[in-house]
């Protein structure tokens, strides 16, 4: 039971969630494995959640109203940008039937979804004070960045040109504005 407490336990967890998430955003469409891509889901966001709380030993900066402020505002943010990525079929992978959606909160940043993990997971470390999960959403940041690439070509593969316009015009891949 002592490995349920270790945060490094949750990181690792967190982790191989994103390769699986990887393997399964490469041209596999999710919904014929429905229940296995929503236990991904849920491993990976889950594990990076318990690794900050505060049953998990682990350094920790002390916890003030400004953690309450701070975490808020991401947690705001990652609402701001999650509620209307939502409304395109993430689901499956790319194929020349789907309609791009250039507007709304893409046409800020291109994976929406994935900047809401990362503030998200940001904000619940905050919250609790917790410099690991602080400290591991560059990690996170990089693997999401993984996973973009892969579906990336995906949907040049599948878009063709307007998908090639469309990331000129919108450089931010997770982070907006910021073309890495």
Same mark, same amino acid.
């Given at each position: ?14 982790? /191989? ?7 399964? %955003? !490469? +041209? ?7 229940? @296995? $891509? ?22 920790? /900066? ?7 402020? %701070? !975490? +808020? ?7 701001? @940008? $999650? ?28 994976n929406p979804i994935y900047l809401t993990d990362l503030l998200f997971s940001l ?58």
């Open positions: 039971m002592l490995i349920l407490t270790d945060p490094f336990f949750w990181a690792f967890v967190g982790m /191989f969630g994103l390769l699986v998430g990887i393997a399964l %955003v !490469s +041209g596999t469409k999710m919904e014929k494995n429905a229940a @296995f $891509g929503l236990a991904t889901i849920l491993v990976c966001d889950l594990s990076r959640i318990v690794l900050v709380l505060p049953f998990c030993s682990q350094p920790r /900066f002390e916890i003030g109203i400004w953690n309450w402020v %701070v !975490s +808020g505002i991401f947690l705001a943010a990652a609402f701001v @940008f $999650g509620v209307p990525a939502m409304s395109i079929n993430w689901r499956t992978a790319p194929d020349s039937k789907i309609v791009l959606k250039t507007n709304g909160i893409y046409g800020i940043v291109r904000g619940f470390a905050v919250m609790f004070g917790s410099i690991i999960g602080v400290a591991l959403i560059p990690i996170w940041w990089i693997a999401y960045l993984c996973i973009v690439l892969v579906e990336e070509k995906s949907l040049e593969t599948a878009l063709g040109q307007p998908y090639l316009d469309y990331k000129k015009l919108v450089k931010g891949r997770i982070i907006p504005g910021l073309p890495i």
